[in-house]
């Protein structure tokens, strides 16, 4: 810790030292504190306790900075006290790298000191330096031996000062001791080599010399001699005015004293050798100090620079003419810079003559701008006082502006010095002179081709000699200026076509917004029109739509009579004063200037004229109308194939307004959708009339098979019955009471025999065929009318399916055919019409064994649909019934015959009705084509669907429905 630091440390302590304790009796006699008195002598306290653990923390860091320090410090730092041992309150840990003994050894020279470890021949000199510093209150520096813990002696640099106190009274000694031993060594090192040095100095062409501090020559170089024309050896001895001459000395005499202060000192100058000439030289004077610090003399380096600083002083002319050029262009582009930083014409201008008259120095700077009348005018200048100002004074006179006005060369210019000192016109002079002028430098300003004006610079209060670079930097400057004029006429043509452009664009999105207005209308009447059917809608639509939209007096549409050439106003809208015409009807023949027009698809716009028919006249007394036709395409009997107008729509504004294109080309598109949408309304009304008849004939064929089915079926039955008694006649009642067969042979002949049981056996098929025909017609005819009603009832399909089959047993045994039924067990009990569901699969499998050959299998499946394992499902597996909630199932019944394959083609017809399929009847049993159109219509009115699958040698139809029929 330093003394500093102890002195603030011990301060802080006696301003934190609580004061002696009084007595007893005193304490007592003094008035008790109150609680906010004591409580804020404890916040004091507390305040500064606080303060002072902060200064003790702040002495602390200071501390560590100060150990950091001198720790960094390539030396050991000591402090030692005044007196005849030196004895070392505190030294740096540095010490034991540079003595080998540890720092604690020295500490009041417990067991080392300074004294102990210094060499014994340095000893004295060392402490005589240092009291001797002491006594005159100086810093020392001294150079000495030591004798290092393992008997090195090594050479040590000790720098140090004396610490005094107010009274100048010494109060210990700082300092800090270096190792100079690689110092010495080289020291050494250089003595040895000087020998070699005296070789190579004589070989250099500089002066190499020693001069001791009496300023006399102890060494010369070859270069010396050959300078000053004497041998080195006549030298030596001399004093340096001597040998250089009394003006050469006198001018190298300062930096000779800082050399023998012990200063190197560094010249270069032009000195007048006395024998050697007048030489510019580069000199070093570098101090010889012996080991004692004292200066022997110097050493000289003078080396001959004249070729040098010839060329020197011929680059820095032409580095000054480049700054000087440099520093122009710096001022051009600065000024070019300021007057684009405006596209401004004004600002361009007055910028360019207050920056041309700044940089100039000069009086006046103006622009003389020429005008197209064959005149000029000062339009801006600069101007300094006391001079008058000239800025918007036109010159006249035609002599001067005949020579103005001519054309310049880009690189002419005129520079006067003295106007009375060239060959001026009179008028001329007489004009500068009404000016104030006695100087004047002119310039053009170039734009384009032609000359714009002149940039002119005033000197008046003198006479100028105008420079070459100022020349020079105003022809950049007009060049610049031309330039931004330039520039600034294109930006106010650029702003002229901007608002010019601006306008069109306005007028554009005007445009484009009435376009999209007017779209936006043309979509909204078009959607309108075009769901409509109806006719009168229709026209009413397009009619308010475009009166309201178009903001006109008002709309009217019509339609033509053409057979009769009538008009009839059939709708229309009023928005204003039109009076309603609604249902009147015009001639057609009675205006024919404008009907004619329109029945070539033309529209018209026209005002009153008298010309006009009293008809025409009552319409448009005060309006501007556009009329337009109305066309569709003509109809497929129509034998010409022209389109016919079948109406108009006519359109009334304010007598002084007209209908833009714009609005034509809207009301025509309207026209066309309004004959669109017309004539969809009218096909409609024609394909409704069709729909009617047709629905007409349709019943009509429905009562007429129904009639002819009835018709049909009773004289059948009869022909049944007539069959039957026939039979009944023919045999007695003996055998049929024995219960056997009728037998024809028992009465009648072999050959009658077989002749009448054929025949009745024809009688009894054709017949049975004919009634199945008469009831398929009549079972399609009610489904179809959907007025057939259904009887739900609930059975097992494990009982009831093998049930059904039994009756085709037998047939499928006499056709060598085979029948197999399997119903899955998870299959539940279905609620459905039995009638139609045995139906439909009676038709199944009488085509099942219609067409399966000989030697075939007929299976019957039915399962869930969750059951079948390669069947993707058509319908959900399971739904959800709507009325009760319960889970309804999807039953799937399939009927499959093998040895047969039905093409794709056969497979999408083979529903329809009365289709079959063909050459697939090996059993030639023929048919109607009506029971799958039949099992189609069956299974649609039991909530199922059935399709028909085939492949692999097997055709399959398949039939979905649920479980449950509601």
């Not at 306790?49 to 001198?70: C, D, M, N, S, V």
């Not at 008469?774 to 009610?782: A, P, V």
């Amino acid at each position: 810790m330093t003394k500093r630091h102890a002195r603030q440390l011990r301060k802080l302590e006696a301003k934190t030292t609580t004061a002696p304790l009084q007595s007893f009796d005193e304490a007592l006699a003094e008035p008790t504190p109150s609680l906010a008195e004591l409580q804020q002598e404890n916040e004091r306290l507390r305040a500064e306790l606080q303060a002072h653990r902060e200064t003790e923390a702040t002495l602390r860091q200071r501390e560590e900075q100060f150990k950091a320090l001198i720790n960094n410090v390539p030396g050991a730092v000591y402090r030692a006290a005044f007196d005849d041992d030196w004895t070392i309150a505190f030294i740096s840990d540095a010490i034991a790298k540079l003595t080998g003994y540890p720092a604690a050894d020295f500490i009041n020279n417990k067991a080392q000191s300074f004294n102990k470890i210094c060499h014994p021949d340095d000893l004295q000199r060392v402490d005589r330096v240092i009291r001797t510093a002491i006594r005159a209150k100086q810093p020392f520096v001294v150079e000495y031996r030591n004798i290092r813990a393992d008997g090195q002696v090594i050479w040590v640099c000790e720098q140090g000062h004396g610490v005094y106190n107010e009274n100048g009274d010494g109060l210990c000694l700082d300092g800090v001791v270096l190792d100079i031993t690689e110092l010495k060594q080289t020291e050494a090192a250089l003595r040895r080599s000087e020998a070699r040095l005296k070789l190579i100095t004589d070989a250099l062409p500089v002066c190499i010399g020693y001069i001791n501090r009496d300023q006399c020559f102890q060494f010369a170089n070859k270069t010396y001699e050959t300078w000053f024309g004497m041998p080195a050896a006549e030298m030596y001895g001399k004093h340096l005015s001597e040998i250089i001459g009394e003006a050469a000395y006198q001018l190298v005499r300062e930096h000779v004293e800082r050399a023998l202060a012990g200063e190197t000192a560094t010249y270069e100058m032009e000195l007048p050798y006395r024998l050697g000439g007048r030489r510019y030289i580069s000199g070093v004077l570098v101090p010889d100090i012996d080991a004692h610090q004292q200066i022997q003399g110097y050493y000289a380096l003078i080396i001959d620079t004249s070729a040098q600083q010839a060329a020197l002083r011929e680059r820095k002319r032409a580095e000054d003419a480049l700054k000087q050029q440099a520093e122009r262009d710096r001022l051009v582009s600065a000024i070019a810079q300021r007057i684009r930083q405006s596209l401004r014409l004004d600002d361009i201008l007055n910028t360019t003559v207050q920056e041309v008259r700044l940089l100039l120095e000069a009086d006046r700077a103006l622009i003389y701008r020429f005008r197209p009348d064959q005149t000029g005018l000062i339009t801006v200048e600069s101007v300094g006082d006391p001079w008058r100002a000239l800025q918007g004074e036109v010159i006249r006179d035609s002599r001067f502006l005949s020579d103005a006005f001519r054309q310049f060369d880009p690189n002419e210019w005129t520079a006067v010095d003295d106007i009375y000192g060239v060959a001026l016109p009179d008028y001329y002079i007489n004009l500068l002179e009404q000016h104030q002028v006695k100087a004047f430098l002119r310039l053009p300003i170039i734009v384009g081709d032609a000359t714009w004006g002149l940039l002119i610079v005033h000197h008046c209060e003198a006479l100028r000699a105008w420079q070459s670079w100022e020349v020079n930097l105003l022809t950049q400057l007009t060049t610049h200026l031309a330039i931004a004029i330039q520039q600034s006429e294109l930006f106010h043509q650029v702003q002229q076509l901007n608002g010019v452009l601006e306008g069109q664009v306005q007028e554009t999105i005007g445009q484009l917004q009435q376009a999209l207005a007017y779209e936006a209308l043309l979509k909204r009447i078009t959607d309108s029109v075009r769901d409509s059917l109806d006719e009168n809608q229709i026209f009413q639509t397009a009619v308010r739509e475009l009166a309201i939209g178009l903001k006109l007096n008002g709309c009217r549409g019509g339609l033509y009579d053409r057979d009769q050439q009538i008009l009839t106003l059939t709708h229309e809208h009023l928005c204003h004063d039109l009076p309603s015409e609604l249902g009147r009807k015009l001639s057609i023949t009675s205006e024919t200037g404008i009907y004619n027009q329109m029945f070539q698809g033309k529209h018209l716009q026209f005002c009153p004229l008298s010309t006009f028919t009293s008809e025409v006249r009552t319409i448009q007394t005060k309006y501007t109308i556009l009329a337009c036709p109305i066309f569709v395409a003509a109809d497929a009997e129509q034998g010409d194939g022209q389109p016919e107008m079948i109406g108009d729509l006519w359109l009334f504004r304010g007598r002084e307004a007209i209908f833009s294109e714009m609005e034509i080309r809207l009301v025509q598109q309207v026209a066309n959708q309004c004959a669109i949408a017309l004539r969809q309304a009218r096909l409609y009304q024609a394909a409704q009339a069709q729909v009617i008849e047709l629905e007409r004939l349709n019943q009509l064929k429905d009562d007429f098979l129904s009639t002819v089915s009835h018709e049909l079926r009773t004289p059948m039955s009869s022909i049944k019955m007539a069959t039957q008694m026939l039979e009944v006649t023919l045999f007695t009642d003996l055998d049929r009471e024995a219960g056997e067969e009728p037998d024809a042979a028992t009465y009648l002949s072999s050959d009658s025999a077989q002749k009448v049981s054929r025949y009745f056996q024809i009688l009894k098929d054709e017949g049975e065929r004919e009634i199945k025909l008469i009831n398929d017609l009549l079972d399609l005819s009610r489904l179809d009318s959907g007025r057939d009603p259904l009887f739900l009832s609930t059975l097992p399909l494990q009982i009831w399916l093998p049930h059904l089959a039994e009756p085709f047993l037998q047939r499928t045994q006499t056709q060598q055919q085979r029948l197999s039924i399997a119903v899955s067990s998870d299959v539940p009990p279905v609620t459905t019409d039995f009638s139609y569901l045995e139906r439909i699969l009676s038709e199944l499998l009488q085509n099942a064994c219609k067409y399966t050959p000989g030697g075939e299998t007929i299976t019957v499946l039915a399962c869930t649909v969750a059951s079948a394992e390669s069947e993707l499902p058509r319908q959900p597996l399971v739904t959800d019934d709507q009325v009760t909630g319960d889970r309804v199932a999807l039953i799937k019944l399939s009927v499959i015959n093998s040895g047969i394959e039905i093409s794709a083609t056969e497979c999408d017809h083979i529903f329809d009705k009365f289709y079959r399929v063909p050459h697939h009847d090996p059993w030639k049993h023929g048919g109607t084509g009506l029971g799958l159109a039949l099992v189609k219509k069956l299974v649609e009115r039991l909530d199922g669907e059935v399709w028909v699958e085939s492949g692999n040698g097997c055709t399959s139809f398949v039939l979905h429905f649920p479980s449950v029929l509601r």
